[in-house]
């Protein structure tokens, strides 16, 4: 069992940055690939970032490449995404999930925190 605690939210104007962190359970962390995911107001859940276990491997989504990093400290225990050049459309609620599998497909990750709420004004 993995619990995952996000943090980080908040509210901020065009162009700046906010860095989320994700903070799990657990003494096997390292076996899990980490991905963050967001979901607007009447939208479907979307893919952001996801990282292996080692860190040896990440992938971005199209919308957000060049602009957010997603990294992970297995010292503790913890993944981030940090998220420069904010647009108003990436407004959403974020959440991190854990996978035995590195995946972009939300439906294959077994655990979710609970989201922290990122809103950018225009």
């Known amino acids: 069992q993995v619990q995952l605690v996000e943090s980080g939210g908040g509210l901020v104007q065009a162009g700046g940055s906010l860095r989320l962190s994700c903070a799990a359970s657990?003494?096997?962390?390292?076996?899990?690939?980490m991905g963050w995911f967001r979901q607007a107001p009447g939208k479907t859940r979307e893919f952001v970032a996801a990282i292996s276990g080692s860190s040896s491997s990440t992938n971005h989504a199209n919308s957000v490449k060049g602009r957010f990093t997603i990294s992970r400290d297995n010292t503790k225990n913890t993944v981030y995404l940090q998220m420069n050049s904010l647009k108003p459309e990436d407004t959403a609620v974020y959440y991190c999930a854990a996978n035995r599998i590195f995946t972009v497909l939300p439906g294959t990750y077994d655990y979710w925190g609970q989201g922290t709420q990122v809103t950018v004004s225009s």
């Open positions: 657990g003494r096997t962390f390292r076996s899990y690939a």
